[in-house]
Every structure is written in structure tokens, then in C-alpha cells.
């Protein structure tokens, strides 16, 4: 079983439909999660961090983490041409210092 | 400056040469991670600096990778007798505090001929 796990999708969607992205994590001491954008041909960037368990909200952007369930998800509301990317989810293990990264989820916003 | 620099942005190569790569991360952040990107592939840790303590290697392929840092500032990744499967993009990130957000620079793609 891999560290953090991610469709790979493509995941594609209709523009203003809200875009559900979801990753899993296998240790369960698992303390900080970090959703990261990277648009084809340029470097990773943070879109959302959280570390207790609920919904964080930025903008059109929710993360929901469920410690129980060892999951973290990204939502995407009114999804937009522009949120089309590949999205990282990152788990820091408790006792590490070198996030791992999943494999990231292709996401396609189509008009 | 006010992010991580990286340089060259692009490097082209003969398979074996030696490269250096260079990262200038952002003022003031302690930790710094290498990290290699394949052509459509995931991120792969490579090394990872921690202010002046002894570094984590962990993720060096091989001994043809080596890299350095002094305290708190410049990093410079070394590529020895570079063979065609090093070709990918190198990406650097700093932290402000250990395993927390990274801001990750504009990489160096290394192509290998």
C-alpha cells in the first residue's frame, strides 16, 4: 500500500460544476495535509493546508480532512477553465520532516 | 528576493558531464528540499537540509548525486557523469519551519543527450 494515494484520474468536469478531489494516507499519526497546484510545465504551489479534522474553507476552495478515515479531500466549487492542473495532496508523517506527496489527480474543466 | 530562485531554468547536456544546480531559497527559511520530476511522473525526494544540521540524503539515487548547503542559505546539486535517465525537471522548496507549506522554485529542466 502506498503512503498517499491518489486517482490519477483525468477527472473532468463541466465548468461551474463543483470538482471533487480525494486522496488517502496510511499512517494514522498523520498530522499536517497540504493540497498543492501544478499547472503542466510549471512547479507545485499550496492551495490549501489543514490539520484538524472538519472542513477548511478558502474562497471557492473547501479541504474536509476525516482522521478516522484517513482521507483528506479538496472541493472546487464553480470550477473555472483556469482550476485545470494536476493537484498534490502531501501528508506529513508524525515524526518526519519530508512531506510525502502522492502521485497528484489530473484535472479537466471543460466548457 | 521574494521567492525561490532557481537556476539555470533550462540545461542541456552530454551524457557524461557533470552539472550543478542552484537554489536560493526564500530569506529566512531553514529547511530546503530537492526534489526530481520526472516527465509526467510524481514528485521524488532527493535531499533535504535542516538549518546546520547533518542532511537527509536519504532520497540520492545514487553516488553520482551529492549535495550541498551552507547554513541557511544558497544549495547547489551536483549531477556527476550524467546519464540519460537524470533527464527531468529538479525542483527546490523551502520551508520556514520543518515539514510544514513548501514554496517550491521554478525548477531546472535537465535534459540529457
Known amino acids: 500500500q502506498k503512503e498517499v494515494e491518489q486517482n490519477s484520474g483525468p477527472l473532468s468536469v463541466p465548468e461551474g460544476a463543483i470538482a471533487s478531489l480525494n486522496c488517502t494516507y496510511s499512517?494514522?499519526?498523520?498530522?499536517?495535509f497540504f493540497w498543492y497546484r501544478q499547472y503542466s510545465g510549471k512547479s507545485p504551489e499550496l492551495i490549501m493546508s489543514?490539520?484538524?479534522?472538519g472542513d477548511k474553507e478558502d474562497g471557492r476552495f473547501t479541504a474536509q480532512l476525516n482522521k478516522a478515515s484517513q482521507y483528506v479531500s479538496l472541493l472546487i466549487r464553480d470550477s473555472q477553465p483556469s482550476d485545470s492542473a494536476t493537484y498534490l495532496c502531501?501528508?506529513?508523517?508524525?515524526?518526519?520532516?519530508?512531506?510525502?506527496f502522492g502521485r497528484g489527480t489530473s484535472l479537466i474543466v471543460h466548457p | 528576493g521574494a521567492g525561490v530562485s532557481q537556476s539555470p531554468s533550462n540545461k542541456v547536456t552530454e551524457k557524461g558531464k557533470d552539472v550543478e544546480l542552484r537554489c536560493d531559497p526564500i530569506?529566512?527559511?531553514?529547511?530546503l528540499y530537492w526534489y526530481r520530476q520526472r516527465l509526467g511522473q510524481g514528485l521524488e525526494f532527493l535531499i533535504y537540509f535542516q538549518g546546520n544540521s547533518a542532511p537527509d540524503k536519504s532520497g540520492l539515487p545514487s553516488d553520482r548525486f551529492s549535495a550541498e548547503r551552507t547554513g541557511e542559505s544558497v544549495s547547489t546539486l551536483t549531477i556527476q557523469r550524467t546519464q540519460q535517465e537524470d533527464s527531468a525537471v529538479y525542483l527546490c522548496?523551502?520551508?520556514?519551519?520543518?515539514?510544514?507549506?513548501?514554496?517550491f522554485g521554478a525548477g531546472t529542466r535537465l535534459s540529457v543527450l
Open positions: 499512517d494514522r499519526g498523520s498530522q499536517s
Open positions: 489543514i490539520y484538524s479534522n
Open positions: 522548496a523551502s520551508s520556514g519551519r520543518t515539514g510544514d507549506i513548501q514554496y
Open positions: 502531501a501528508v506529513n508523517r508524525r515524526g518526519s520532516y519530508i512531506p510525502t
Open positions: 530569506s529566512g527559511h531553514t529547511a
